[in-house]
């Protein structure tokens, strides 16, 4: 059975750190580009960061960039969101996903996982 699981989450002081994991169990996460998603309560659901899969190109959302970095170890089937200086609106439930593409960031949905918890808050 297909599973994705995150993990890494929790509370952090802004400017903190945190690093989230995402393990894949089931499917070779290495057949997919991976996304990372973000809902703060009251608002839509955001696209975070993608990294595809045949040459690890990344692309990150505005609200994010030059503080996170996505990554992935295709030997270990997981994909990281390392995020620095973080901000209250960064605080949201963090969900990753695989997408049904390999090379670019635009195919559907093919697995999701529970999600992670960020608080980002003093």
């Known amino acids: 059975q297909a599973q994705l699981v995150e993990s890494g989450g929790g509370l952090v002081q802004p400017g903190g750190s945190l690093r989230l994991s995402c393990a894949a169990s089931?499917?070779?996460?290495?057949?997919?580009?991976m996304r990372w998603f973000r809902r703060a309560p009251g608002k839509e659901r955001e696209g975070v960061s993608c990294i595809t899969s045949s040459d690890g190109s990344t692309n990150y959302a505005d609200s994010v960039k030059g503080r996170f970095t996505i990554s992935r170890d295709n030997a270990k089937n997981t994909v990281y969101l390392q995020m620095n200086s973080l901000k209250p609106e960064d605080t949201a439930m963090y969900y990753c996903?695989?997408?049904?593409?390999?090379?670019?960031?635009?195919?559907?949905?093919?697995?999701w996982g529970q999600g992670t918890q960020v608080t980002v808050s003093s």
């Open positions: 089931g499917f070779t996460l290495g057949n997919y580009a």
């Open positions: 996903a695989a997408l049904r593409s390999r090379n670019h960031c635009l195919g559907t949905i093919a697995s």
